[in-house]
């Protein structure tokens, strides 16, 4: 049966990714996801802090898995403002480049920021536009685009709403990736991975009270997360899933990557 293979936030003992590589692999990290930007204090643009984390991560042993994009209002594939939508564009490709770069696989896409109410259609085509725009050069990179489920009011946020944007790019570059904490506010967890099952690509893993995106360690929130493992293994799911937390409390990154793993009904690594 496969198991998922947990990867960790590249930023999980501190911001400064070149000064706690190290201390990350003792910790057990082998692999990360790492979200844009990198810490500022690490100097350059966006591209020279990529080059000093990856040779900061290469001399730890620690491979760099997935990329995650910048976020916020100044960063919108399914923006009306089509200046702002072309920057995110540009965005998206620097960060396939930085992927390249890396050797990473993954790069998360998240398909817009809030929609406004009675034109979430016309957001998701814009977003779809947007992504067409660079999925051959993911391909080209060898970069797989994984589409996330977001909160409430965002843009693609729910499992079905994922799965159809997904499913109508017809693409192996194109796939899912689940987040748990996001389904516990708008969807139902194991329901959501159901839905995505055939699409799935990753998965961020983290718990929340069902209220907000409060990113707690698995286990110290509602998720029902032998429910999550039972959806997990019924859609054959092995690739990589995300812990998206800081180190908790009391824990390792080896720790908490068993105990997530124990708590979803996988035996022990
Ligand atoms: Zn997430």
Not at 34 to 50: I, N, R, S, V
Request: hydrophobic content about 45%; proline content about 4%.
């Amino acid at each position: 049966m496969p198991v998922p293979e947990i990867v960790h936030m590249a930023h999980l003992l501190g911001t400064r990714i070149d000064k706690t590589a190290d201390a990350m692999a003792e910790s057990g990290v082998t692999a990360v996801e790492a979200g844009f930007p990198l810490d500022p204090a690490m100097g350059g643009t966006m591209k020279e802090t990529a080059v000093t984390a990856d040779r900061a991560f290469r001399n730890a042993g620690i491979e760099v898995r997935v990329v995650h994009p910048a976020l916020g209002l100044e960063r919108d594939l399914s923006s009306a403002d089509e200046a702002l939508r072309a920057s995110t564009v540009e965005h998206y490709r620097l960060m396939i480049e930085v992927c390249g770069l890396f050797g990473a696989r993954f790069m998360i896409v998240h398909a817009g920021d809030r929609y406004t109410p009675g034109e979430c259609a016309e957001s998701v085509k814009r977003a779809a536009d947007s992504v067409g725009s660079f999925v051959d050069l993911a391909a080209a990179t060898g970069v797989t685009l994984v589409v996330e489920n977001l909160p409430s009011g965002y843009v693609l946020e729910s499992g079905r709403e994922v799965f159809d944007f997904v499913e109508a790019f017809d693409s192996p570059t194109v796939r899912a990736c689940y987040d748990s904490g996001h389904a516990n506010i708008t969807d139902h967890p194991a329901h959501a991975i159901g839905v995505m099952a055939p699409v799935l690509g990753h998965l961020h893993l983290h718990d929340n009270d069902g209220t907000a995106d409060q990113h707690r360690m698995p286990g110290e929130g509602s998720i029902d997360w032998g429910a999550v493992g039972d959806a997990l293994r019924t859609a054959c799911y092995g690739g990589p899933a995300l812990l998206e937390l800081a180190l908790a409390d009391g824990h390792t990154a080896a720790s908490m990557r068993s105990r997530t793993l124990e708590l979803m009904g996988y035996a022990a690594e």
